[in-house]
């Protein structure tokens, strides 16, 4: 079970990456429908019906970069039988100066089916 902290991590970018899943199925499907063929009949609710506080976000780590910080998890996807999706989410920080404040993007999530 990931620790509480990696946990809250990833809830805060939660929605983020079912948009992600969402819009990653659509585009694969249009040009290399075996990618996503495990959900195949799966609608786009119950893709995205898992919840990473509830227990389906199984195995995380993180590691800091020069550019950021990135958090990986390993999420269980009920809807698709010994279904899993692993996610990198990458939360850039953007240093201009030390007279200029530092910007933090919004993030990019990738996804990484199985």
Not at 61 to 79: C, Q, V, W
Request: aromatic fraction near 8%; hydrophobic fraction near 35%.
């Amino acid at each position: 079970m990931p620790h509480e902290k990696a946990i809250e991590a990833f809830t805060t970018v939660e929605s983020k990456i079912k948009h992600a899943i969402i819009a990653s199925r659509k585009d694969w499907d249009k040009h290399e429908p075996r990618m996503w063929s495990r959900a195949k009949g799966v609608s786009d609710a119950e893709l995205s019906g898992f919840t990473l506080g509830g227990g389906d976000l199984v195995l995380v780590d993180n590691a800091a970069t020069s550019y950021g910080e990135i958090i990986l998890g390993k999420i269980r996807i009920p809807a698709i039988p010994d279904g899993y999706i692993h996610v990198r989410y990458v939360q850039i920080t953007y240093h201009h100066s030390i007279l200029c404040p530092s910007h933090q993007n919004t993030g990019s999530t990738t996804l990484q089916t199985r």
